[in-house]
């Protein structure tokens, strides 16, 4: 049978309850689907971590992960003992860029079951992907202050884009909306405003555009994109996006479709020379944590892209219809969608569906 | 009677439609309120201007205006004869920074008449202002290319925050939440993710904090932000903001009310030591110019905020009343609002409704 290695790192917080529901589903699925896991279980990335050991990492790290199929990832960071861009440039923005994950893939799906704030729309209505760059652009570490602590003081922070760098993102955006029943991309840009980086955005997007006929595409500044998230979710299909804007546009979406607390991620190396990253969308949840009521099902539908990159497609699609069957029933759900179920119980399930 | 001196610049597309309307419920609010304005009008700062002289404003604009009480705007921007970095570098953004209007103030509320996308929402649910940095930021001309049209091509730009401009933002801030009646001031910040200007800009804002113990203060990085103003838009009471994230939540804001073809801005030189800039968030819409369909109401509502900054704070509640009595009435709206109204039957009902 197919053997996957996989490092998982729970982190902190609710990160610590909703992995092992990950791991529980995974099982199952190895059960149906006949393919096998290897779980490496590392404590580092996390706040605990950097109490004991001053860093967030082993300097060691990448040699004790680097060579895993796959990173399944919980959530970093808890303010009260570390600052979050400790915590978070310690450890997930290391992993994305060391392992030069450059796509942030998150699918924006209205589920059922989940209530969505906005009026009127109904599951399959809105189902689009954010492609997001992940390693450059806005998130750069270039930058300094200079004068500080008096009335002269000037902060700087360098955006950077590579040809290289937009140019894969773009091209990883366009296949996948070909692939697409719609082919439909749509760029985020704000080429008005910021008059640089984001005009040369723009004339990427046109230049790639060229080598996909079959795919429409438009593009909006990002303030009006926002809006157009709100008012017309139905409109989108695949919208690929910088660093930060893709940031903003994939907790929105999940916003939109009520599913902020459930959204999965991949941080995605396609040409896998080194292992992907999947995590849930919402972050350690100080508030909840040690309550075991966290919602599992971020990190389940994480899972489900792992299996995607993988090569486990059956498996894959499989585990999202177990989580669809499973938030369609009342009493099955978690306490945050009105149901009456603990993280475990709730893994459970989702394990049973599969 | 008091003498106001209005630079009147109606811009491109729809802006030359519903300017005229602002001016017909200044001419009202003047019979009313014993006010007297003086309105100049210049063709500059529109695309028509740049296509016939190769630029969009006179070398000598700032003379030409620049002893103005306030200049009342319609829109700029006409993508297909001139590029919008050109157009709005060329014209808006120069006005902000040349006129040091540093305060971009955008109210967000939920208004009779009209349909908000968000689900149970009624009026008076939602009523905040956004208060955007308007001079720095994201919005620098500072940057370049590097290794152009090859393989190693590499683009920059600069975010840069000063600690003039970053505290007298927050001070305004402060103060307008200090002078209401919630007290409470919601900070846009990225601190985990952009990590030397946001880190920054979240040391001020605890520093500045310090100085208004009555106000009560929190902060939420962006991406999340962006997320509560669609699941819990009653939270927000004077939300502070830098450039680029400013842009971004007053365009959310308003498409979350419903209102982003109606909302208003004023760009504001609080000292008064330039003219201030009175516009609707809109744009120039290109697509329904020309047809006499396009809302006055965001214009209408920027003469009330320009009211407030001359000091006729009743005529400016008035002329809100007036746009408010309006709205509710499903005869007197405008065909984007479901109504039967043009451009110029909709502005002659507020005028009168004043
Ligand atoms: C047109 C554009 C440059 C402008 C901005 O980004 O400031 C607009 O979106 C606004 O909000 O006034
Ligand atoms: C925690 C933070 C640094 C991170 C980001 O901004 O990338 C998070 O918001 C995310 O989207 O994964």
């Excluded at 030069?100 to 704030?117: A, E, F, H, I, T």
Aim: glycine share 10%; net charge negative; hydrophobic share 40%.
């Amino acid at each position: 049978a197919r053997l996957h290695r996989i490092a998982v790192i729970a982190g902190d917080g609710i990160g610590k309850e909703v992995v092992p529901e990950g791991l529980r589903v995974l099982e199952a699925v190895s059960q149906r689907f006949g393919c096998r896991f290897a779980f490496d279980h590392f404590d580092f990335a996390s706040c605990d971590y950097y109490l004991a050991h001053g860093q967030m990492m082993p300097d060691n790290w990448k040699a004790l992960i680097g060579g895993h199929d796959a990173i399944f990832f919980g959530a970093v960071g808890w303010p009260d003992s570390v600052p979050d861009h400790v915590s978070l440039w310690g450890s997930l923005i290391q992993f994305r860029r060391e392992f030069d994950q450059y796509v942030n893939l998150r699918p924006v799906k209205l589920m059922p079951g989940v209530p969505s704030p906005l009026a009127g729309r109904r599951p399959g209505d809105i189902d689009f992907y954010v492609v997001r760059e992940n390693t450059e652009g806005e998130y750069s570490s270039i930058g300094g202050r200079i004068f500080p602590g008096t009335e002269r003081e000037v902060v700087m922070q360098e955006t950077v884009m590579t040809r290289v760098g937009v140019d894969r993102i773009l091209r990883y955006a366009f296949d996948l909306a070909a692939r697409r029943e719609k082919k439909h991309l749509t760029s985020a840009t704000k080429s008005n405003g910021i008059s640089i980086t984001m005009p040369y955005w723009d004339e990427r997007v046109e230049a790639m555009a060229s080598a996909y006929p079959a795919v429409r595409w438009d593009k909006y500044h990002i303030d009006i994109l926002t809006a157009h998230f709100v008012q017309h979710p139905d409109w989108f299909d695949v919208v690929v996006a910088s660093n930060l804007f893709g940031d903003i546009l994939s907790d929105l979406g999940p916003a939109c479709t009520g599913t902020i607390g459930i959204a999965p991620a991949g941080n995605i190396n396609p040409e896998r020379r080194f292992p992907s990253l999947f995590e849930p969308v919402h972050g350690s949840a100080p508030d909840i944590a040690g309550q075991g009521v966290a919602n599992p099902v971020g990190q389940i539908w994480s899972a489900a892209l792992m299996l995607d990159h993988l090569g486990e497609h059956a498996a894959a699609a499989a585990v999202v219809e177990a989580i669809e069957t499973v938030l369609a029933q009342p009493h099955l759900r978690t306490r945050d969608l009105g149901g009456p179920l603990g993280t475990e119980a709730c893994g459970r399930a989702i394990a049973e569906a599969v």
